[in-house]
């Protein structure tokens, strides 16, 4: 071989070299085989020993802890967490399966934001004893190969996995928010209070019109602010949570909204006002005292249904109370409104007759 041929094959050699150095350098390129067969990133992990879950980092994280068979939100006074989205979490990050093996230099880790000060998601579940388990921090969507970058707790390797949810970062978001769901035809009588003076709101038999009570002759109510009010506690729901412990003891409740349903339960709501927010208690009762007895007897499809519809009434009662008394919510501003209107505000002048109903008050019904 001549030396030019010699000189032509060096000069190749070293231009592979530096090619390859090149490429092993490139951050977002495997430097290792893909796998040939999708495997899921953590496995041989059971549900049932997670005892507590992390979300992101102190001071910002977000924190469950089991009771039992169900999750509580430790930022919010433990209230309970709604198990749907806790499973939800824990289902996404056990079905996560890896594509392909990125990277498992740690200078690239920023980059794919899967560092441990720069990530988009950060999930730890722990066991019994506060000992980890296993973690998962997840990273920027992979736009150009497809999937999103993930790395485990504690190693350096950086996969690709199938496009995931990313964890909330709110612990508001770990909760069902949502405290009532009433429809106004079910609505037979609301009663409001506040410490000026009281009013009830009732439904019309005949027309099915909201007639204001408790007015002063030659007054009449505004009708599109009564509907209002009477529905007020359609889809009610919450911004934050407390446990009634937690409240100042100079908080004051001098504010009250119950509303009685057809079926006899009554909803009881009272409020408080602190540094501009509005603060609500709640419970329930069922003003219908008597016991469903068996009759010996074949008892018509319509007394059954009473009966199923009174005990179900109960039932719904319990269950109300056991979720919500303890607890102490900040109402959203434009319902808190709606609920604490005073009397003054609903009523316009009016020399027209007044329509009399005979009605037995919520008033009354709700005394104690």
């Not at 005892?51 to 509580?72: H, M, Q, Y």
């Not at 967490?81 to 499973?87: D, I, L, S, Y």
Request: glycine share 6%; proline share 3%.
């Amino acid at each position: 071989m001549s030396n030019k041929n010699l000189t032509i094959l060096g000069i190749a050699a070293v231009l592979m070299a530096s090619w390859a150095i090149v490429q092993s350098k490139i951050a977002g390129k495997a430097i290792k085989p893909t796998p040939k067969i999708a495997t899921y990133l953590i496995q041989g992990l059971e549900p049932a020993a997670i005892a507590s879950i992390i979300v992101g980092t102190d001071p910002n994280s977000v924190k469950l802890n089991r009771v039992e068979k169900s999750f509580v939100v430790a930022n919010l006074d433990n209230y309970p967490a709604e198990m749907k989205v806790v499973n939800d979490l824990i289902t996404n990050i056990l079905d996560m399966k890896t594509l392909d093996i990125i990277t498992s230099n740690p200078d690239n880790f920023t980059e794919l934001q899967v560092a441990d000060n720069k990530y988009r998601s950060l999930v730890k579940f722990f066991d019994k004893d506060g000992k980890l388990i296993a973690g998962v921090i997840a990273g920027k969507r992979a736009t150009n190969i497809g999937g999103t970058y993930v790395r485990m707790v504690g190693s350096n390797d950086v996969y690709t996995v199938e496009r995931i949810n990313y964890a909330y970062d709110s612990a508001m978001q770990y909760v069902k928010k949502t405290i009532l769901e009433l429809k106004e035809d079910d609505i037979a009588s609301v009663f409001v209070t506040d410490p000026n003076g009281s009013y009830t709101l009732n439904r019309d038999p005949a027309g099915g019109e909201i007639v204001l009570s408790g007015i002063k002759q030659g007054q009449k109510g505004k009708p599109e602010e009564c509907k209002q009010i009477f529905g007020a506690l359609e889809n009610l729901s919450f911004e934050s949570v407390m446990n009634e412990s937690s409240v100042p003891k100079n908080i004051i409740f001098d504010r009250t909204y119950s509303c009685m349903l057809k079926d006899s339960t009554i909803y009881a709501l009272s409020f408080a006002k602190s540094d501009g927010k509005t603060l609500a208690r709640c419970r329930a009762e069922f003003s219908d005292t008597n016991d469903v007895v068996k009759e010996n007897k074949v008892e018509s499809k319509e007394e059954l249904k009473r009966k199923e519809a009174k005990l179900l009434g109960k039932d719904n009662v319990d269950k109300f109370n056991k979720n919500h008394l303890g607890w102490v919510y900040t109402i959203t501003p434009w319902r808190a409104e709606a609920l604490t209107k005073k009397l003054s505000d609903l009523v316009v002048e009016d020399s027209t007759k007044k329509v009399n109903i005979d009605t037995q008050s919520i008033e009354e019904v709700f005394k104690k």
